[in-house]
Each structure stands twice: as structure tokens, then as C-alpha cells.
């Protein structure tokens, strides 16, 4: 599956069916490098989704492919021949359009085999493990969504988005409109591709139809089905299958028996289990829902301003899913010295009354930000977006000496042994120097 997926941050707008989800291409927001959190699923049992992998239709109809195929020679690309193709289309009342992807999914997965121009059996057998058929059933889905770049539902514009609908109807339980997942499709590809008005508007006439048989080839596939108030949600194996692509995309996607065992621990420990990387983000949820958000705020703050960088880092990333309800303690925080910044952006994003923040304190929460890089482990450090390489950084890491942090010096030698930008790296040694200097004055 691909890394572009559709905002998650917009993702609340699909569940009540307002609005269909922008999607902001992959150029503009780098995912390829972004971790993304999806809601904790209810996966069902293994031995049940083994034993409904051999009635999935396209895995019914490849076996059917097998059995007719017998032993008999291939074409030089390792295809059936057109004769043969036609032959098996007819014979098993196929289309002929499904055919090609049958049999990749047959070979791929060891169902037939390819051995001196000649097809024959496979080495797999249906008589398999559990284990051992999810895993033929995961090679299977992969095989499907590897055909999105050789236009496998036909449609240029749904295949180029395949991986970002999948994942949008992953995060969505309750199921996604096909109106909504059009118009999420288009104006994702308007942000990506920039069409002409003539061209958006013949998308927009065409899609609908090809969304719906898109969604039938998904069906038969297996992947998804429709409820009875005509939303599209994934399958039982659909859900196991797209939650295995995004784990191997390096996404968050964790079962609800993952993040329940975090939901009564305390504050405290949640953010050790957090900045330790034991915890990821997705951990969260689960933890708010089992306390008020004033008390909530209230016991992070407290770790936040006696804490790490890495503490505070962590605390702010929980705050922000907290909302106006948590006003009180935050703004409390903005007589803590360490916490004060945070508090005030906080406050300023919800628009509340809060004081103005300098340029200083912008740059303290730069700093800030990337000493949490220094104490949080694994993928812990994933959740944090520190500056891009450019000249806003190197503008940036000349101001950090005169911010007062005490992990200025830190980051700067982080910044001048890690960062590849050779311009970065002498800016930071530079700054270094500086802000020692400014240390020993200080101390002298």
C-alpha cells in the first residue's frame, strides 16, 4: 500500500458525514517519513478469519483457476496464452478483465508454479495452518493493491488513491458514504495533480460510476462490503489485511487489546511509557476516555514542568487532544516557567485569552522540541516535527544561544554531529560556541 493516506486530523468530519476528508498530497506532507496514529481495532479471532479466507471470491476463483489450468504451457511472459486466457474465461465464467489478476494472485502465491514455460500446482496447499493462511491471505491483498499501478479498478483516478480510500474506511468504523469517499478522492487529487477546471469537472462527471465498480472489484475481493445504510466499511479480513499493510508502512495501527492495558495507568506512567517508546500515541485515547479532562491536564502539567524535555514534548502531544474543557489547568500553567509557552499556544489554538508569545519563546519551543529528540526512544521521537533543513533552520539555530534553555548546548551539538545539511551543521557549531561563552560569562 502506498504512504499517502487521507488526514487523519480531518478524519472526525467523515464520522458524522459533513464534509469528505481533504487529502494533502504526498510531496506537500512527507509521509513517507511520518508515522500516522489510526484508532485501536477489535481484530476477530484468527481461526475465524483463516477459515473465511477460502470463500473470499477471488480467492475461490484463483483455486478454480488452478484446477483448470492442470499442467500446460504459459506464454513467454509467463501468462496464459490469449487461446488459453479466452479458453478459462469461458470455461469458468469468468470476466476476462479479472482473469490476469486471478492468475498473478495464483502464482504469486504459490497456487500454481511456473517451471520451464510450463504452469502447474504449486507447492501450497489449502490445507493449511491459521498462520499459515493469513499469511497466504496477506499475500494475496498484497498482490491486489500492487495491481493499483496497472489500473486495477479501471479507473486512473481510484487507483492512484486506492491506499488513501483503504485506510479512510480503516479509520472509519461505523463506515463511509460513497459520496463522501468521491469527493475526498477529488479534491485529494486536485491538491496533488492541479487539473484544469475542464478536467475536474469530467473527473467529477466519471468518478462516481467508477467508484462504484471499484468497490465491486474490492468486494470481490474480499476487502470490503457494504452495510445496511449503504456505507462502505471494511471486511473482518479487510481490517486484518489493511491494519498488516499499515504496520508494515511503519504506521500506528494497534488492536483495542494493545492500548487497554495503558488505559489505567497514571499520568506518570503513562508519559515513562510513552517517552520509553513502549507506548505509542494511539495509547492515548484509551487513557483520556477514563478521566475528566481538567484532571487529566492537571496531572500532566505537573509532570510536564518538573520534567525532561522529552516530558514536556510528550505532555504537550497529549494536551492537544484535550479541548476547551481543560482550560483551567493550562491556563494555570502559565505561571510555571517551563510551561508557560506551551500553555499560551494552547490557549492561542482554541482561541482563548492568552498572552502574546516573542519570537524568543517561539524559538525556546524550537529548542525545546528537539532536546525531547534527546530523551525519547524509538518511535517515541516519531510524534515530534522538528524544523526542515533550509534557512529558516539556520536563521533558527543563530537565535538559539540567547533563548536561555538550559539544553541549548545540546541541541546544537545534536544538530552539528546529526544534521547532513552542511550549512546547518556549521551554523550549529557556531551557535555552540556562543552560547558556551555566554555560559561561562554567566558563571564567572
Given at each position: 500500500?502506498?504512504?499517502?493516506?487521507?488526514?487523519?486530523?480531518?478524519?472526525?468530519?467523515?464520522?458524522?458525514?459533513?464534509?469528505?476528508?481533504?487529502?494533502?498530497?504526498?510531496?506537500?506532507?512527507?509521509?513517507?517519513?511520518?508515522?500516522?496514529?489510526?484508532?485501536?481495532?477489535?481484530?476477530?479471532?484468527?481461526?475465524?478469519?483463516?477459515?473465511?479466507?477460502?470463500?473470499?471470491?477471488?480467492?475461490?476463483?484463483?483455486?478454480?483457476?488452478?484446477?483448470?489450468?492442470?499442467?500446460?504451457?504459459?506464454?513467454?511472459?509467463?501468462?496464459?496464452?490469449?487461446?488459453?486466457?479466452?479458453?478459462?474465461?469461458?470455461?469458468?465464467?469468468?470476466?476476462?478483465?479479472?482473469?490476469?489478476?486471478?492468475?498473478?494472485?495464483?502464482?504469486?502465491?504459490?497456487?500454481?508454479?511456473?517451471?520451464?514455460?510450463?504452469?502447474?500446482?504449486?507447492?501450497?496447499?489449502?490445507?493449511?495452518?491459521?498462520?499459515?493462511?493469513?499469511?497466504?491471505?496477506?499475500?494475496?491483498?498484497?498482490?491486489?493493491?500492487?495491481?493499483?499501478?496497472?489500473?486495477?479498478?479501471?479507473?486512473?483516478?481510484?487507483?492512484g488513491h486506492l491506499a488513501e480510500m483503504l485506510a479512510t474506511i480503516y479509520s472509519v468504523r461505523s463506515g463511509v458514504a460513497t459520496v463522501n469517499l468521491a469527493r475526498g478522492i477529488l479534491?485529494?487529487?486536485?491538491?496533488?495533480?492541479?487539473?484544469?477546471?475542464?478536467?475536474?469537472?469530467?473527473?467529477?462527471?466519471?468518478?462516481?460510476?467508477?467508484?462504484?465498480?471499484?468497490?465491486?472489484?474490492?468486494?470481490?475481493?474480499?476487502?470490503?462490503?457494504?452495510?445496511?445504510?449503504?456505507?462502505?466499511?471494511?471486511?473482518?479480513?479487510?481490517?486484518?489485511?489493511?491494519?498488516?499493510?499499515?504496520?508494515?508502512?511503519?504506521?500506528?495501527?494497534?488492536?483495542?487489546?494493545?492500548?487497554?492495558?495503558?488505559?489505567?495507568?497514571?499520568?506518570?506512567?503513562?508519559?515513562?511509557?510513552?517517552?520509553?517508546?513502549?507506548?505509542?500515541?494511539?495509547?492515548?485515547?484509551?487513557?483520556?476516555?477514563?478521566?475528566?479532562?481538567?484532571?487529566?491536564?492537571?496531572?500532566?502539567?505537573?509532570?510536564?514542568?518538573?520534567?525532561?524535555?522529552?516530558?514536556?514534548?510528550?505532555?504537550?502531544?497529549?494536551?492537544?487532544?484535550?479541548?476547551?474543557?481543560?482550560?483551567?489547568?493550562?491556563?494555570?500553567?502559565?505561571?510555571?516557567?517551563?510551561?508557560?509557552?506551551?500553555?499560551?499556544?494552547?490557549?492561542?489554538?482554541?482561541?482563548?485569552?492568552?498572552?502574546?508569545?516573542?519570537?524568543?519563546?517561539?524559538?525556546?519551543?524550537?529548542?525545546?522540541?528537539?532536546?525531547?529528540?534527546?530523551?525519547?526512544?524509538?518511535?517515541?521521537?516519531?510524534?515530534?516535527?522538528?524544523?526542515?533543513?533550509?534557512?529558516?533552520?539556520?536563521?533558527?539555530?543563530?537565535?538559539?544561544?540567547?533563548?536561555?534553555?538550559?539544553?541549548?548546548?545540546?541541541?546544537?551539538?545534536?544538530?552539528?554531529?546529526?544534521?547532513?545539511?552542511?550549512?546547518?551543521?556549521?551554523?550549529?557549531?557556531?551557535?555552540?560556541?556562543?552560547?558556551?561563552?555566554?555560559?561561562?560569562?554567566?558563571?564567572?
Amino acid at each position: 500500500m502506498a504512504n499517502n493516506v487521507f488526514d487523519l486530523a480531518e478524519l472526525r468530519k467523515l464520522i458524522d458525514e459533513q464534509a469528505a476528508v481533504p487529502v494533502r498530497p504526498l510531496e506537500e506532507t512527507a509521509l513517507e517519513h511520518e508515522a500516522l496514529t489510526f484508532p485501536p481495532v477489535l481484530l476477530a479471532p484468527d481461526a475465524e478469519l483463516a477459515a473465511a479466507v477460502p470463500a473470499v471470491p477471488l480467492v475461490a476463483d484463483a483455486i478454480r483457476l488452478t484446477t483448470w489450468t492442470g499442467t500446460r504451457e504459459v506464454a513467454p511472459g509467463g501468462h496464459l496464452s490469449a487461446a488459453d486466457a479466452a479458453a478459462a474465461a469461458a470455461e469458468l465464467g469468468l470476466p476476462a478483465a479479472r482473469l490476469r489478476l486471478l492468475w498473478i494472485v495464483a502464482v504469486n502465491t504459490g497456487l500454481l508454479q511456473i517451471l520451464g514455460g510450463r504452469a502447474s500446482r504449486g507447492p501450497l496447499s489449502m490445507q493449511l495452518t491459521v498462520e499459515a493462511t493469513l499469511e497466504f491471505w496477506d499475500g494475496v491483498v498484497m498482490d491486489v493493491l500492487d495491481r493499483a499501478d496497472e489500473g486495477l479498478t479501471g479507473s486512473a483516478v481510484v487507483d492512484g488513491h486506492l491506499a488513501e480510500m483503504l485506510a479512510t474506511i480503516y479509520s472509519v468504523r461505523s463506515g463511509v458514504a460513497t459520496v463522501n469517499l468521491a469527493r475526498g478522492i477529488l479534491q485529494s487529487h486536485e491538491v496533488a495533480c492541479a487539473p484544469g477546471q475542464t478536467e475536474m469537472r469530467k473527473l467529477a462527471a466519471a468518478l462516481p460510476a467508477e467508484l462504484l465498480e471499484a468497490l465491486s472489484l474490492l468486494t470481490y475481493c474480499g476487502l470490503v462490503e457494504q452495510t445496511a445504510a449503504g456505507r462502505t466499511v471494511l471486511t473482518p479480513l479487510g481490517v486484518w489485511a489493511v491494519r498488516r499493510d499499515l504496520l508494515r508502512e511503519g504506521h500506528d495501527a494497534p488492536t483495542t487489546a494493545e492500548v487497554e492495558v495503558f488505559a489505567d495507568l497514571s499520568a506518570a506512567e503513562l508519559v515513562e511509557q510513552l517517552v520509553k517508546g513502549v507506548a505509542t500515541q494511539s495509547a492515548v485515547a484509551g487513557w483520556l476516555e477514563r478521566r475528566s479532562p481538567e484532571s487529566a491536564a492537571r496531572d500532566l502539567i505537573e509532570i510536564a514542568a518538573s520534567g525532561t524535555a522529552g516530558q514536556r514534548g510528550t505532555v504537550g502531544a497529549i494536551l492537544e487532544e484535550l479541548g476547551p474543557e481543560a482550560e483551567a489547568p493550562v491556563r494555570q500553567a502559565l505561571d510555571d516557567p517551563l510551561m508557560r509557552r506551551y500553555a499560551a499556544s494552547w490557549l492561542h489554538i482554541r482561541d482563548l485569552d492568552a498572552p502574546p508569545l516573542s519570537p524568543e519563546d517561539h524559538t525556546w519551543i524550537a529548542v525545546d522540541s528537539l532536546a525531547a529528540l534527546l530523551h525519547l526512544s524509538g518511535s517515541a521521537a516519531g510524534r515530534l516535527d522538528p524544523p526542515e533543513p533550509g534557512e529558516d533552520l539556520i536563521k533558527l539555530v543563530d537565535e538559539m544561544s540567547a533563548v536561555g534553555h538550559p539544553d541549548t548546548i545540546a541541541v546544537l551539538d545534536m544538530l552539528a554531529t546529526a544534521h547532513d545539511d552542511q550549512a546547518v551543521v556549521k551554523a550549529a557549531r557556531k551557535a555552540a560556541m556562543k552560547a558556551r561563552t555566554l555560559e561561562h560569562t554567566k558563571l564567572a
